[in-house]
């Protein structure tokens, strides 16, 4: 049973569009995040919610929304993609957001942008 | 601010020989530290973690990790290297919170290959 999903895992789209990524996680954990890791590996967290609200919000565009519907959901959505959006992007949970529990992590989505 | 660096961009060790893989840190107060290993086209996964204690933090898979505050390190160690532990490996480190929410910083990671 999938602790951290994340669908789709892949997501090929052309510039200019709109798309999501939905994750889920079954842990009952009440934080989640999304990091974006690009080609060479760097991971760069983007945003984390807990239990539905917005604690962290790095300097991400505006093109970027997450919108989390419960605790156990956190989406992204992204509007008019850009080239340099291509990514894997990873969804993590823990149980509380005060930096002492680990980070389970999603099996990511792989975006290009053409 | 808070940092962590992670000297080595690849570590390669011949099978059955003990490996280290290093990460130093900055932060403004304790810190709380964390070992991650990325598998190709998978997710991170926790290894182990320093938030107080005992120096020495044993993990998943036969790691461990060595708290040594004077020299501001966190080394990931293994008494005998597997080829199955090739793989990326990200260390992580947050401050001691004063309250509220806290971000963890991830290294840039360091590619373990295991020579058979």
């Known amino acids: 049973d999938t602790a951290v999903s994340q669908t789709p895992k892949y997501l090929v789209t052309q510039m200019g569009n709109d798309k999501s990524i939905k994750c889920e996680q079954n842990?009952?954990?009440?934080?989640m995040y999304w990091y974006k890791q690009d080609s060479k590996k760097f991971l760069k967290i983007m945003f984390s919610?807990?239990?539905?609200?917005?604690?962290i919000n790095e300097t991400v565009p505006n093109r970027f929304s997450p919108k989390s519907p419960d605790k156990a959901h956190l989406n992204l959505h992204i509007n008019s993609l850009e080239l340099g959006d291509s990514a894997v992007y990873f969804c993590?949970?823990?149980?509380?957001?005060?930096?002492?529990?680990?980070?389970?992590f999603g099996p990511g989505t792989r975006l290009t942008v053409t | 601010a808070q940092s962590v660096a992670q000297p080595e961009d690849q570590v390669n060790v011949a099978e059955g020989n003990p490996l280290t893989v290093k990460c130093t840190y900055s932060?403004?107060?304790?810190?709380?530290l964390f070992w991650y290993v990325q598998y190709p086209n998978r997710g991170l996964q926790f290894l182990l973690k320093?938030?107080?204690?005992?120096?020495l933090v044993k993990g998943s898979y036969g790691f461990e990790a060595e708290f040594n505050k004077s020299q501001t390190s966190f080394h990931l160690k293994k008494p005998s290297a597997l080829v199955s532990d090739s793989a990326l490996y990200f260390c992580?480190?947050?401050?001691?919170?004063?309250?509220?929410?806290?971000?963890?910083?991830f290294g840039i990671g360091t590619k373990l290959q295991v020579i058979p």
């Open positions: 993590a949970s823990s149980l509380k957001g005060t930096g002492e529990y680990e980070q389970y």
């Open positions: 842990l009952g954990h009440d934080t």
């Open positions: 919610y807990n239990n539905k609200e917005l604690i």
């Open positions: 932060v403004s107060g304790n810190p709380y």
């Open positions: 320093y938030i107080t204690g005992d120096n």
């Open positions: 992580a480190v947050r401050d001691k919170p004063s309250g509220g929410y806290q971000k963890v910083t």
